[in-house]
């Protein structure tokens, strides 16, 4: 057998190990689309509580104080404070819009992939911090509120 031989040889085995391995291999995160990340991002304050001055909550979200700075550095590259986030809407919103992608992107992924149990863990994240902590009680109201809304959202589209 020469090198030319050798090579293909190796070439043929390696090809059809690989092709034999692929189909073992998990599935990939499924890409989150722009319309999913919209309808997260509404359904999410539609389902927030009324805001109620000094509640020490942020915009139509309910964010946290302490989150904003660092969301904003995350998604804008800028600093933003509690009352600058609070004053513009739209800037809130795109923050928001950015950390919902990532957000519904991991969820899907700790789901295989299946939308609706993504979308009720990032309701559980968004609320709680933890993606699975909406189990009975006034957060699984949330998050079942969440996931009625953003179906609603999605059969706009």
Same mark, same amino acid.
């Given at each position: 057998? !020469?090198?030319?031989?050798?090579?293909?040889?190796?070439?043929?085995?390696? /090809?059809?190990?690989?092709?034999?391995?692929?189909?073992?291999? %998990?599935?990939?995160? =499924? =890409?989150?689309?722009? *319309? #999913?990340?919209?309808?997260?991002?509404?359904?999410?304050?539609?389902?927030?509580? %009324?805001?109620?001055? !000094?509640?020490?909550?942020?915009? #139509?979200?309910?964010?946290? %104080?302490?989150?904003?700075?660092?969301? +904003?550095?995350?998604?804008?590259?800028?600093?933003?404070? %509690? #009352?600058?986030? $609070?004053?513009?809407? +739209?800037?809130?919103?795109?923050?928001?819009?950015?950390?919902?992608?990532?957000?519904?992107?991991? $969820? @899907?992924?700790? &789901?295989? !992939? !299946? $939308?609706?149990? *993504?979308?009720?863990? /990032? *309701?559980?994240?968004?609320?709680?911090? $933890? /993606?699975?902590?909406?189990? /009975?009680?006034?957060?699984?109201?949330? +998050?079942?509120?969440?996931? &009625?809304? @953003?179906?609603?959202?999605?059969?706009?589209?």
């Amino acid at each position: 057998m !020469n090198l030319k031989s050798i090579a293909k040889t190796n070439l043929l085995c390696g /090809s059809l190990i690989i092709s034999l391995g692929l189909p073992a291999l %998990p599935a990939a995160a =499924q =890409q989150v689309t722009d *319309a #999913q990340v919209t309808a997260l991002v509404e359904a999410l304050r539609q389902a927030a509580p %009324p805001q109620a001055a !000094n509640d020490g909550m942020y915009s #139509q979200w309910q964010v946290l %104080p302490g989150n904003i700075s660092r969301w +904003a550095k995350f998604c804008t590259k800028q600093d933003l404070t %509690p #009352q600058q986030f $609070e004053a513009d809407a +739209a800037k809130a919103k795109t923050i928001i819009t950015c950390i919902v992608r990532d957000l519904l992107r991991d $969820e @899907y992924q700790a &789901s295989n !992939n !299946n $939308e609706l149990t *993504a979308v009720r863990r /990032s *309701a559980c994240w968004w609320k709680t911090g $933890e /993606s699975t902590a909406c189990k /009975s009680g006034p957060t699984a109201t949330y +998050a079942d509120k969440v996931v &009625s809304v @953003y179906q609603q959202q999605r059969a706009k589209k």
